[in-house]
């Protein structure tokens, strides 16, 4: 009998600490009314100094465990999506999450896909599934942006927010949970639009990198703007017309959170309605691969998303990278 992935639960963490356009105001030169005007963000969350990315993603793991009906020792495999994980090198952060929720003997790995981190997990979870190789995948997706924003920085300061978000994939015979279809993809050539210079092969730790402030994000904000709102509206064409579903069709069109002129523009591309386009980018910024999961979290617990209901997930971040995925809502049948 075939078998399918089904996304079967989800969950999130969102820190306590709130940095408001105001409070960034007193930091940079910058006004509340620039970062709405051109951003949509009124505020982000930003995780205690203590905090790390794995204690966040453990947290948002906890929830969508506990959310699926499955013992934790039913997972299989551990995905972490993050470009800011607990160490550079090794650990990974997802094998960090592993212990800090208490799931020992079980494959674990971080992946980099920058804010396509979780859509690109969902592709290797479906894969795994369906391929019979595992059963439960917990995907995870968690930053601390906070740790590589240089907050003297106005042009990137004011955009990104900490937090995280997972989900867990299960393995279904029943074809109306599976996947619609899920599509990644990369253009590496745009690389220097998104990057964190160091520390790595190229630029190893050093005064340099201090001295230099190689270790914090820089953007080509303008330029990836413009590629954005190209590839994610041509990805969600694609993606609908290849499995013949019309925009009035989908329940929930999930773009990632970067900014809301880009999520505005690429649905009015397609001709969404207000009420299907889910909204987060105001109060949490852009969480990068926590921002997909955070915003399906948040349509979970205010009770719009219900069992069977369409997502329309599309998403665009450094590398360059861009995924879209069409998959139903399948939690546990009760
Ligand atoms: N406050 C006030 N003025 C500012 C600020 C600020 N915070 N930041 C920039 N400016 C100024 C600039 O200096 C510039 O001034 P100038 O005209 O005198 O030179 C002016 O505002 C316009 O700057 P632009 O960069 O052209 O502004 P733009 O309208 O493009 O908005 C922004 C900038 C918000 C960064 C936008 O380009 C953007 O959202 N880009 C896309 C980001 C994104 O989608 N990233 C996705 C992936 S993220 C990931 O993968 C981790």
Redesign the pocket.
């Known amino acids: 009998m075939a078998v399918y992935a089904s996304f079967r639960s989800i969950g999130a963490y969102v820190p306590e600490k709130i940095l408001s356009n105001s409070d960034l105001e007193k930091m940079?030169?910058?006004?509340d009314e620039?970062?709405v005007k051109?951003?949509g963000i009124k505020e982000r969350h930003i995780a205690d100094e203590h905090i790390s990315t794995s204690d966040m993603g453990a947290m948002a793991a906890r929830v969508a465990i506990e959310r699926s009906g499955l013992d934790k020792s039913d997972i299989d495999l551990i995905i972490c999506a993050t470009?800011t994980p607990d160490y550079f090198n090794m650990p990974s952060t997802a094998c960090i999450i592993s212990d800090k929720i208490g799931i020992s003997n079980v494959q674990a790995f971080d992946i980099s896909a920058?804010?396509?981190g979780f859509v690109y997990s969902l592709t290797i979870a479906k894969a795994f599934i369906e391929s019979g190789m595992k059963k439960n995948v917990l995907i995870v997706g968690a930053e601390k942006f906070s740790s590589i924003v240089d907050y003297t920085d106005?042009?990137?300061c004011?955009?990104?927010g900490d937090g995280a978000g997972a989900a867990v994939i299960s393995a279904t015979t029943n074809k109306s949970e599976a996947f619609v279809d899920i599509h990644a993809s990369a253009d590496g050539s745009y690389a220097d639009f998104?990057v964190t210079p160091a520390p790595g092969s190229v630029h190893p730790a050093n005064q340099k990198m201090l001295d230099e402030k190689l270790n914090f994000?820089q953007?080509k904000?303008?330029e990836?703007?413009k590629l954005?709102v190209k590839t994610l509206t041509k990805d969600v064409v694609d993606i609908l017309k290849n499995n013949n579903i019309k925009p009035s069709e989908i329940k929930h069109f999930i773009p990632?959170q970067?900014?809301y002129?880009?999520i505005k523009a690429v649905g009015d591309a397609l001709g969404m309605k207000d009420e299907q386009v889910v909204l987060t980018v105001q109060k949490y910024g852009?969480t990068?691969a926590a921002s997909i999961p955070m915003a399906i979290n948040d349509i979970y617990e205010s009770g719009r998303l219900k069992e069977g209901e369409l997502m329309l997930l599309d998403t665009?971040?450094?590398g360059l990278t861009w995924a879209s995925a069409l998959i139903p809502f399948a939690p546990k049948a009760k």
């Open positions: 940079v030169d910058t006004t620039w970062i051109r951003t470009v920058a804010c396509s106005r042009s990137t004011i955009l990104f998104l994000v953007m904000g303008n990836t703007f954005a990632h970067a900014n002129r880009i852009n990068s665009f971040g450094g």
